[in-house]
């Protein structure tokens, strides 16, 4: 089975470190799995207000969630927790009440920083929210990459033959997981 993996990159920054980081998972990920980025660059702030009618950003926002039968979140830490555009493009997705997309949606999270804690702290504040949510996490294989000048290229290209290799075994991971969650929780049910 293919599955396809909508990926959300956390930072809005032109040489994201961490769209660096998703290009390198794609190129190591299994060929079963195809992806596509669920932009949120976009999105207007949220509030309750726009419940009665959303944006059409917001709209196509959610059904690039709900349309994947997995959801890749590859974002920074600021300030020790979640940047604030990826949680308001989660709050984006969990509303209307009884309308959050990321229910029983299969997801990751991975990221990278220059610091050598890589993103540690903001991955650990962004599993509540999604176990809120009630999207089945993977716990393992956990990854903190410390991104090193050259470490990725332009091209997605992993310099280190270790990371190379690491960022490999969580994308199949990644892929058993996903295999596993959709077993139990077919997506149309
Ligand atoms: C950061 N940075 C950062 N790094 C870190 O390891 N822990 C942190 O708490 C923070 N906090 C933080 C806040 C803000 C507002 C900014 C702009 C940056 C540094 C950060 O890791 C670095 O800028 C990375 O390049 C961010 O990833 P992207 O945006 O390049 O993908």
Redesign the pocket.
């Known amino acids: 089975t293919t599955y396809n993996v909508g990926y959300i990159?956390?930072?809005?920054?032109k040489?994201?470190?961490?769209?660096?980081?998703a290009k390198a998972l794609i190129q190591v990920a299994p060929e079963k799995l195809k992806f596509h980025e669920i932009p949120i660059r976009d999105l207007p702030l949220y509030s309750y207000d726009y419940d009665a009618d959303f944006p059409a950003v917001a709209k196509d926002f959610k059904a690039g969630i709900k349309g994947s039968d997995a959801v890749l979140i590859?974002?920074?830490?600021?300030?020790?927790?979640v940047?604030g555009g990826l949680k308001n493009a989660i709050d984006w997705a969990s509303r209307p009440y009884g309308h959050n997309v990321f229910a029983n949606k299969p997801t990751a999270v991975i990221?990278?920083?220059?610091?050598?804690?890589?993103?540690a702290?903001?991955q650990q504040a962004l599993r509540p929210i999604l176990g809120f949510l009630n999207a089945p996490q993977m716990n393992a294989v956990e990854a903190y990459i410390q991104?090193k000048p050259d470490l990725i290229g332009d091209d997605g290209a992993v310099s280190s033959p270790e990371t190379e290799a690491f960022l490999r075994k969580y994308m199949e991971s990644f892929h058993a997981f996903i295999a596993h969650v959709l077993t139990v929780l077919p997506r149309d049910a």
């Open positions: 990159i956390g930072s809005l920054a040489n994201s470190i961490n769209r660096k980081l590859v974002t920074p830490e600021y300030n020790r927790s940047p990221g990278t920083s220059p610091g050598a804690i890589g993103t702290v903001g991104f």
